[in-house]
Every structure is written in C-alpha cells, then in structure tokens.
C-alpha cells in the first residue's frame, strides 16, 4: 500500500532577507523541523525569489547533486571549474559538488527578481570530480506529457546526476489526466505544483503544495485547472 506525505505550501519554513525570500520544503539554515529532514534521498528543495541585482556570494559544496530551475528571471553563476554562465527560465542546470566546489550565484537583472527551486540530492558516489551541466528545456515537450529532464544517464533526455534519479516537468491542461508510472522499484515520488491545481490519487494539490508518495506503481495525476508541477522520482534510501 502506498505510503504519503503531504506538505501544504503554508507549513513551508520561510526566511526573508530581504534580498531573498526562501521557502524550504526540509530543514534548512536556521529553520529545522525534526520531521522534514529529507525524503529520501532528496535533502533540499528551496522555492527561492532573489531582488534584483541581489545574489549569493562565492560558497563552498561538497558531496552533493545540486539542480537548478529557474521560472522567473536569470541567474548568473561563477565556479571555481572555470564556468561563468547565465541560467534562463526554461533551463535546468546540475552541479555535482563531488570532491569539492565553490560558486557564486547573482541575479543580473536590475530591474527584474528571479525565481527559482533549488534542490539537492545525496549522491550515490563519493568524492567524483566536480561537474557542471546547463540545458534549455523543450517547453513543447511538457504540454500534456511528462517531460524528463534529469536522469542518472548521460545518454537521456535532460541533464544527468551522479543518482538514481529522474526529474519530470509536466504543463497540463484543465481536466487532463495521465498516470505517472514509478522509474525504479526502489523510488518514491515528490511532487510539488509550481501553478495552478491537480488532484494526485485523491489528494488535492494547490501552488507550492507537494507530496511524497513511496511504495507504489502508478498514480493517476489530474489537472483541475491549467498546472504546471514537478516530478522528482527519487531512491528512498541513501
């Protein structure tokens, strides 16, 4: 039988800088909540809006698959590998912290916030050389579907992470209705609605509220209204 766990987008923690406003889904910087530690092998998913020409200064990662997906905005990033580039909505950028990182992250725009999710996933190997890996997203492709944009395959659709894992951005119609089924026997799903409203198995979902499902198959997804949601198809144990 299927095991959920539903995470309305008001019991989020919430930090305001100012500069930034973060929701963090698990316990992050000073907000720790004992029961949102991770999900699986999932242990961030920030929901981040950056003021305009506002950003992180350079910071130090290690050991960690780090993703990037902006919706509104631009985000400019600076490595120690050498990378200067500009992540644009519509595109997904994946940084294995490996053996050791450091990065810089502004929004470039003064006159515009960026949006975005942040999300880091444990690694299934350690200490891997660092990689850095940016794509533009075939928006097309999302309509009615679930596009895969991030496997552990470097040959797949999307970019690729040192990780069991699959990520899927889907673009729904009102009252469209597809089954999600799992990748990999050991996975569960988090699922979190950028917009709109659907109905995951019986539990209803508005903006920002997610859900984590394990032990299952398959799971009808139905778009209420117009929606726009995330799939991230996850191994359950480290």
Known sequence: MATTVLHTADTRGNANHGWLNAYHSFSFGNYYNADRNQFGVLRVLNDDTIAAGMG??????????????????????????????????????????????????????????????????????????ARYQQITLD?????????????????DEGVWIHQNAWFFMADFDADFTKNYTISSASNGVYLIVISGSITVGDQNLNEKDAIGISDFTTVAIKANTDAKFLIMDIPMKL
Do not use: R
């Open 56 to 129: 992180f200064g350079t910071h130090p990662h290690n050991n960690m698959e780090i993703i990037t997906i902006p919706f509104e905005g631009d985000l400019a990033h600076k490595d120690s590998m050498g990378n200067e580039a500009t992540i644009k909505t519509g595109d997904v950028q994946v940084m294995s912290a490996g053996a050791g990182i450091q990065h810089s992250e502004f929004n470039p725009n003064a006159d515009q916030q960026t949006k975005l999710f942040q999300i880091w996933l444990f690694p299934n190997k350690q200490n891997v050389t």
């Open 139 to 155: 928006k097309t492709a999302q309509k009615n579907n679930f596009a895969q944009i991030l496997s552990p395959n470097q040959e």
